[in-house]
């Protein structure tokens, strides 16, 4: 069992836990994951670890309360237990070699980029942060991008914060401003990573994607999670998740993470529907 | 004077037609009575040639004929001299290859149903005395490690601790057993029937650690560094292989692996549990093991109307057991055999829509000394809902990739030598991470070699 000693609503629906995992922490680095386990009769749920904290053994995930799990996970308090939590899992990012890095975020997938961005700048690289969210609501981690980047563009879809527009107008404009980069790292929906690849390919700037596909095990064995990269098949969870953006095969890894849509839509309502009697009993 | 049947006492069934709705084990069991009179077809041979076909060495004739007087405790004892999992073999061990291959009986008739007869002893000891057995063995203070929950590990990790050793093992998946609770399904093996053997390991002084991932959580040099004098490393062989043919990653598209490890670990046929699983209408499952034959009847449980079997070679070259072929036959799944699927057809949703069916002839025979497939050029077509491959797995690199100076071979496997030992000193291996994937008893096997092969190496230390 796994204690949660914090607990931040950052933003509508998007929950950040620190959870005691000793075992995770010690080893844990940007870009590796963990899979949870709420309870007995939970999904296996894979996670991206947005930061460590080795000497108190403590594992920061951020989350959206999109689905049944997610929302199971979301209704724990500090001091209850999860049931399990494994990790740190698939490859740790390879950054050591940039100097220059436009780290993009989006939506929850900033969670996942500020890791990355730390890293970066603790090496002393010169990080450039651009971090899309649809509105002004749900904008997280304002300050603590600010504080490991050079520059930090915040983008808004309704222009509610920061300025009105996309990431990726915001990198083509820095691109086509004469901004050098070493690399480009994307985080966040599928179709904003493929734009964003979109965007880099041209130029010929190594663009480095983290992938979410849907999985079951986390250590290689089913298969869920595999993807086309560079015309061969591989495993998001022991391959990954960081890929070369330019060989991803983004519209059949569209395809695939909703597999399970209507699964999961049903399984949702059956979570609201038991909150809000809990809320009538209550 | 021994009852001189040619045929085994027969185990009751649940009836085909129900037992393919349901996950409900197939097999029923013998009761006291028809133990016993099985158990009095064996002639007890002095040579025991049976003994030499069980990989774990279990003293079947002894342990037979305290059944034919009756000892069912002294039955069950007598069989753990050398095997922690009789509950688990007596189900699952193609015994028809191994011990039961070399009985006299079977010269003239049908050799004693020794699987049968150990599988009541391990359920006679179950149901009849929780409380007496599993008393800790008493420990030497010596830490060693155990890497992965499955047959090889949880065998090894057994012995380990009738040695005296303060065993620990590290399972990756939130609870331990592996291809025993992930792959082989609950109507062939109960898990409570696992879980009752892993608690008795653990009542005798086992530790487990689950939620653990050595290579990753920890690596095996910081094993050592902490302070284990050994490690045994059964991870299995877990990565799944695919055909590399269009439309496989369709949605739709499983692995054995996923989709026996969404309903068998996952619980996804049960209401109460999360993970979800697809409505399957029309399935075909490519392959002709037992891995295929479990995914094909768990397909029929969760409510397919059609099950295919796709396999590329005739009946005869079928690797799975006779019994497991049977049974999916009885259950209603239907064999296309000498077929092989080219393509995976998508509708326009991108799911399965269907499949093109390459018809195959037999040619020569292979390395494998089966006749080996060749395309005839011939393409049908079957409309399907959902393809599972099942065409076999390979090891798992994590381990060979995160430990300094362990050498694999070029499948992947993990080389050791006589003693099961790998490149590395004091790190031993076996099961399916040494020989790719096989059976639960050999792996079982394995595992007891590497614990007397472990204690030797630490006494020398």
């Keep these: 069992m796994f204690r949660i000693a914090e607990k931040k609503d950052l933003a509508e629906g998007l929950t950040l836990m620190r959870v005691e995992a000793p075992n995770v922490a010690r080893r844990a680095a940007a870009g590796q994951f963990i899979i949870f386990r709420v309870d007995d009769e939970g999904e296996r749920v894979p996670l991206t670890i947005a930061d460590a904290n080795r000497e108190k053994g403590l594992i920061t995930i951020i989350f959206q309360q999109v689905g049944a799990s997610t929302m199971k996970l979301g209704a724990l308090n500090v001091g209850d237990c999860i049931r399990d939590f494994a990790g740190p899992l698939g490859r740790a990012s390879e950054l050591d070699d940039f100097k220059r890095v436009c780290v993009i975020g989006g939506g929850c997938g900033c969670a996942i980029a500020y890791p990355q961005a730390k890293y970066l700048h603790s090496r002393g690289a010169e990080v450039d942060i651009i971090a899309g969210f ?10 603590e991008m600010k504080a490991v980047s050079s520059n930090y563009y915040l983008m808004t879809d309704d222009g509610s914060a920061g300025e009105h527009g996309l990431v990726t107008n915001k990198l083509t404009e820095l691109i086509e401003s004469g901004r050098q980069y070493d690399a480009v790292i994307a985080i966040g929906p599928v179709p904003m990573m493929k734009f964003v690849c979109l965007a880099t390919k041209p130029h010929g700037i190594k663009t480095i994607v983290s992938l979410n596909p849907i999985m079951v095990d986390g250590t290689g064995m089913c298969g869920a999670c595999r993807v086309t990269v560079g015309g061969k098949t591989r495993f998001a969870c022991v391959d990954g998740p960081d890929f070369d953006g330019h060989e991803v095969d983004f519209d059949e890894l569209i395809r695939r993470n909703v597999i399970y849509r209507e699964e999961e839509a049903a399984a949702r309502d059956h979570v609201c529907n038991l909150r809000k009697e809990a809320e009538h009993l209550g | 004077m021994a009852n001189m049947s040619l045929e085994k006492v027969k185990m009751r069934e649940q009836d085909p037609i129900v037992r393919a709705r349901n996950f409900d084990e197939v ?186 991932i050595v290579g990753r959580t920890m690596t095996i040099d910081e094993m050592f560094a902490d302070g284990f004098k050994a490690v045994f490393v059964g991870s299995g062989a877990g990565l799944p292989r695919f055909m590399g043919i269009p439309g496989e990653s369709l949605s739709g598209v499983y692995s054995a692996n996923e989709f026996l490890t969404r309903i068998n670990l996952m619980g996804a ?76 057809l998508a509708d326009e949703r991108g799911a399965v829509r269907g499949a093109v069916l390459a018809e195959m002839e037999l040619g020569e025979p292979d390395e494998s000394g089966r006749r080996s497939p060749v395309d005839s050029g011939r393409r049908t077509e079957i409309e399907l809902d959902c393809v599972i491959m099942a065409l076999g797995t390979s090891p798992n690199p994590l381990i060979a990739s995160t430990t300094d100076s362990l050498s694999t071979n070029r499948r992947g496997c993990l080389e050791v030598d006589d003693d099961l030992m790998t490149s590395r000193p004091g790190v031993f291996a076996g099961g399916d991470t040494v020989t790719g994937a096989a059976t639960v008893i050999l792996a079982m096997g394995a595992g007891k070699r590497a614990a007397e092969a472990m204690d030797r190496y630490i006494k020398s230390l």
């Excluded at chain 2, 380990?160 to 992930?182: I, K, N, P, Q």
């Design chain 2, 27 to 212: 097999t029923l069991g013998y009761s006291a009575e028809e133990a016993v009179e099985e158990a009095t077809r064996c002639l007890g041979c002095k040579n025991s040639p049976c003994v030499s076909g069980c990989p774990v060495g279990v003293k079947i004739p002894n342990f037979i004929q305290k059944l034919v007087s009756g000892d069912f405790s002294g039955a069950i004892d007598t069989i753990n001299e050398t095997n922690a999992l009789p509950a688990v073999c007596g189900r699952v061990c193609p015994q028809e290859s191994q011990c039961e291959s070399k009985c006299v009986r079977g010269i003239k008739g049908e050799p004693v149903a020794i699987g049968r007869l150990e599988r009541f002893a391990a359920d006679w000891a179950r149901e009849n005395r929780k409380s007496a057995q599993a008393v800790a063995a008493k420990s030497n203070g010596i830490k060693v490690a155990v890497v992965g929950g499955g047959p090889a590990g949880l065998t090894c990790a057994g012995d380990l601790v009738s040695m005296g050793y303060d065993v620990t093992l590290f399972e990756a998946f939130h609870v331990a057993g592996g291809v025993l609770v992930y792959g082989i399904p609950e109507f062939r093996l109960p898990k409570a029937i696992v879980r009752h053997e892993i608690e008795t390991l653990e009542r005798r002084g086992m530790k487990i650690v689950t939620n653990f």
């Design chain 1, 134 to 143: 649809r509105t002004k609501e749900l904008v997280f981690f304002e300050d």
């Design chain 2, 269 to 344: 046929y049960r209401s109460e549990t999360d993970t979800p699983l697809k409505k399957v209408k029309k399935v075909a499952v490519v392959g002709g093991g037992n891995v295929a034959m479990d995914a094909a009847r768990c397909a029929l449980r969760v409510g397919a109307e059609k099950v295919y079997i796709v396999y590329r070679r005739g009946m005869d070259e079928m690797p799975a057991r006779v019994e497991e072929i049977h049974h999916a036959e009885q259950e209603g799944v239907e064999f296309k055999l000498l077929h092989n699927p080219v393509e995976i």
